[in-house]
């Protein structure tokens, strides 16, 4: 069965610096997707950004991108120059491709807490 | 933009007592799910649908029944509410792009049984 850790349960960096948040997964599939999406403080969750398993290079959108390893079977989400309100929680998640019998299934996981200040 | 709403927003209800939470998505999705968040676990799937008249069970199903009449709509159904099953509600849909689709979330609705 698939399954999604993240052992990070909160984080605390200064404004405009970098972090890394760390997500390991396990899966029997060759193929999947790998997303991290974002709760804010209201409770609003968002998508951020995806990875497709067969793609090398590493996906990157605005501020965000992503450190795939497949080997490791981790995806690390990297926030590059952080603001303020890049402070909420970020929940790495895993789908398994079509060919899988719980393909529509989106997995969660734990939710890493990131609180930027200044 | 998609647009997932969800309701009530908060309820309160009894032990032992029926509680129905509702989703309506606006934007032609074919599949439609619902999550239940508890601090520290995250967001775990009761259960999901990809297409009217038909649900399928996720990873909690246990005390939760769904309900998709239509495309656009999604209930999960509590019969019997326990202290447990406080928590928060979301419900999301997505197109179906073979696994790379997004899911679309609600607002939530907060659930306490007491």
């Known amino acids: 069965a698939q399954k999604v850790t993240q052992t990070q349960t909160s984080i605390s960096v200064m404004e405009k610096t970098t972090v890394t948040m760390d997500c390991v997964y396990e899966?029997?599939?060759?193929?999947?997707?790998l997303f991290w999406y974002k709760q804010t403080a209201s409770g609003e969750i968002v998508f951020l950004i995806r990875?497709?398993?067969?793609?090398?290079e590493n996906a990157t959108v605005g501020h965000y991108s992503l450190n795939f390893q497949k080997p490791k079977s981790s995806i690390g989400l990297i926030i590059t120059a952080t603001q303020i309100e890049d402070s909420a929680v970020y929940f790495c998640?895993?789908?398994?491709?079509?060919?899988?019998?719980?393909?529509?299934?989106?997995?969660f996981g734990q939710g890493t807490s990131l609180s930027v200040v200044p | 933009e998609a647009a997932v709403t969800q309701s009530p927003r908060s309820k309160v209800a009894v032990t032992g007592g029926k509680v129905t939470l509702s989703c309506h998505q606006t934007?032609?999705?074919?599949?439609m799910y619902w999550y239940r968040q508890d601090t520290g676990h995250g967001l775990r799937l009761i259960h999901y649908?990809?297409?009217?008249?038909?649900?399928e069970k996720g990873d909690i199903p246990d005390g939760y029944k769904a309900s998709r009449p239509s495309q656009e709509n999604f209930s999960l159904i509590l019969e019997l509410a326990s202290l447990s099953q406080t928590a928060v509600y979301f419900c999301?849909?997505?197109?179906?792009?073979?696994?790379?689709?997004?899911?679309?979330f609600g607002s939530g609705t907060r659930l306490t049984v007491l």
């Open positions: 999301a849909s997505s197109d179906d792009w073979g696994g790379a689709q997004t899911l679309y």
């Open positions: 899966t029997q599939d060759s193929s999947y997707f």
């Open positions: 990875q497709d398993s067969y793609k090398k």
């Open positions: 998640a895993m789908r398994e491709g079509w060919a899988s019998s719980s393909f529509s299934k989106l997995v």
């Open positions: 934007n032609n999705h074919d599949y």
């Open positions: 649908s990809y297409v009217a008249d038909s649900t």
